[in-house]
């Protein structure tokens, strides 16, 4: 019955990975022919990809970009998964009320949010590039919100955590060692989503008067669309790198077991 | 093993509306083991969360060995507690489960992982370190549960229901388990359980609590053979009301005079509480008229339902073969086989 079941759904499963495969990768794919191309010989080769490299600012931005990135990452994690716990353990109606908190940064224009950000911040700290992952924060609020929820409510939470303390670790450890390794999947689907907004974010890094990479690729486009391109498609790398070192500090453990 | 005396003083635990502990006082023993038994919402539950540090009581004080621990975190209080829900950390394996308490206490790896294989060796369990918890049974996780309450010798060890969500034959091996444990490695124990035979059957003595208040607390023979309210009468094992009067410190019970141990009044209706197995059902003649509804064969015993003619329904324990040849629709006469009996007013 399953079997039918699962024969029967199989043809539109395929149909629909087919269809975001495309979505995703031909646009992807014709970058980068496009990245290519050299006009002046009429075929192809690598000479945006070594302009691009040659560029004193890149390493320079993508540096930049990356930390700030990795901030943004810390700075979520150490704010929403202590919060989180604490709401998934606490029976007060907080709960919806943060709930629905979570998502205004989906409906407030970014404008309105940078200017707010300018006028609230304290002077010393906008003067400084790390106000930026603070904003990020708040912007990845809404992602980054909803990945450790899932996560927290498909574990008894209250039970470990019970468990935990009366073993002898405090909330520090709790969350250290029993919580974050249980919800893996959802930590590293936040460090993703975070990772991945905070380093594309171009719209409030510009109103805020900071220049970051994806500012800096705007800029270089203007006089080089094709070298522009080609930093694009090696910027698409340096995530991938980030996150595949991410996963092989915090390994996954082999809960098939070793019998 | 350090173990050491328990003793809740005047605890008061307010939810809401709800007084969960009213005045709770509780004192349990070195390597004793006590039971807090008692019907759902009674405050079983809330005083061993008080104990582990998990809830923080209104008022009272929690002592152990005459220290207050009343506002220590229920991380600093070393209590080893199980629970009724499967509580192993999914992350870890079995030893690292069992571990994890020292590991917490920074004990090194090599010991840490010594003493985890001897506690697992100890529940039988040490064949199985290097699974992960999922691949245990509900048994083996409560097993491997208890094992890491033990790891780190805790001066209280807390069960909190920790059978009931298991199969009845495993319920029983596990508890005699606990049990054993319990008395090899002399751990103060508090056990909170709503099953009376689960109580009855591992405890030193059992606390019977109602309304947050603890009723009674003495060995389970006392508890069943003297208890000291009709609450604990009739919700600790099966309890007859039978309908009767009361004059001059006897009432009568199917004609014969029985002195009563408690008068509520001094004459007048009341029921008399009697335990079926002080009930015999036989053809001999006597007052006691009766027609057998049913007899359930349990074994050794049987148990047989009767009917008087005022209608009220009367269970009795037998032994089978005193009761083989007694049959549902047959007239017969009851007898109780007790001086003394318990009465409560109407």
């Given at each position: 019955m399953a079997k039918a079941l699962r024969m029967k759904l199989l043809p539109p499963l395929a149909l629909t990975l087919l269809l975001l495969g495309l979505f995703v990768f031909v646009p992807m794919l014709s970058a980068f022919e496009y990245s290519i191309r050299t006009p002046a010989t009429g075929g192809y080769g690598w000479t945006h990809y070594h302009w691009a490299i040659s560029e004193e600012d890149f390493f320079h931005y993508i540096f930049r970009s990356t930390w700030l990135s990795g901030v943004t990452v810390l700075i979520t994690l150490l704010i929403l998964v202590p919060t989180l716990v604490w709401i998934h353990l606490?029976?007060?109606?907080?709960r919806g009320i943060i709930d629905g908190l979570s998502l205004l940064p989906l409906v407030i224009p970014v404008v309105a949010f940078a200017v707010g950000a300018q006028i609230s911040f304290p002077e010393f700290v906008q003067n400084t590039v790390l106000e930026l992952p603070f904003l990020y924060f708040v912007l990845a609020l809404p992602y980054a919100y909803r990945s450790l929820d899932i996560g927290l409510n498909s574990i008894p939470l209250k039970t470990l955590s019970e468990a935990a303390r009366s073993a002898g670790a405090n909330w520090l450890r709790t969350i250290i060692s029993v919580i974050i390794p249980v919800i893996r999947g959802s930590v590293m689907a936040t460090i993703a989503l975070t990772f991945a907004l905070s380093l594309g974010e171009y719209t409030l890094t510009v109103l805020l008067h900071w220049d970051t990479f994806p500012t800096w690729v705007t800029y270089v486009a203007q006089d080089n669309i094709l070298g522009a391109i080609a930093i694009s498609m090696m910027s698409l790398i340096i995530p991938f790198i980030i996150l595949t070192a991410v996963t092989l500090v915090i390994p996954e453990r082999n809960m098939q077991g070793r019998k | 093993m350090s173990s050491k005396s328990l003793s809740l003083r005047n605890i008061s635990k307010r939810f809401g509306t709800v007084n969960a502990l009213d005045n709770f006082n509780l004192e349990v023993g070195v390597g004793e083991l006590v039971a807090l038994l008692g019907p759902s919402g009674c405050g079983k539950t809330t005083a061993l969360r008080v104990v582990a540090g998990l809830e923080q009581q209104d008022n009272g004080l929690v002592m152990v060995s005459g220290k207050d621990i009343s506002d220590m975190p229920a991380h600093q209080r070393n209590m080893g507690m199980v629970f009724?829900?499967?509580?192993?950390?999914?992350?870890?394996?079995v030893e690292e489960n069992v571990a994890f308490g020292l590991h917490m206490r920074k004990v090194n790896k090599h010991l840490r992982l010594k003493k985890a294989r001897e506690l697992l060796e100890l529940v039988g369990l040490d064949s199985h370190n290097k699974r992960f918890t999922h691949q245990l049974s509900g048994g083996q996780q409560q097993r491997v549960a208890l094992a890491r309450a033990l790891a780190f010798e805790p001066e209280i060890l807390l069960l909190?229901?920790?059978?009931?969500?298991?199969?009845a034959q495993v319920r029983v091996n596990l508890r005699e388990e606990i049990r054993r444990l319990q008395l090899s490695l002399g751990t103060t124990t508090l056990f909170v359980t709503h099953d009376q035979e689960e109580a009855m059957a591992v405890s030193d003595r059992v606390g019977v609590m109602n309304h947050g208040v603890l009723e009674q607390i003495d060995s389970p023979d006392t508890l069943y053979n003297k208890p000291s309210s009709t609450f604990v009468a009739s919700f600790v094992g099966t309890m007859n009301r039978i309908p009767t009067q009361i004059s001059n410190g006897m009432v009568e019970i199917f004609g014969i005079k029985v002195v009563a141990l408690r008068r509520g009044q001094e004459s007048g209706n009341v029921y008399a509480l009697v335990r079926p197995e002080s009930i015999d059902v036989s053809?001999?003649?006597?007052?006691?008229h009766a027609k057998i509804i049913t007899r359930s064969f349990m074994g050794a015993s049987s148990l047989i339902i009767c009917q008087t003619p005022d209608g009220s329904v009367i269970q009795a324990l037998m032994p089978s073969h005193y009761s083989g040849d007694l049959h549902p629709g047959e007239e017969v006469n009851l007898h109780v086989t007790l001086n003394e009996v318990l009465v409560s007013n109407v």
């Open positions: 606490s029976d007060s109606k907080i | 009724q829900a499967y509580s192993l950390f999914p992350n870890l394996t909190d229901e920790p059978l009931s969500a298991l199969d053809r001999v003649a006597g007052a006691g």
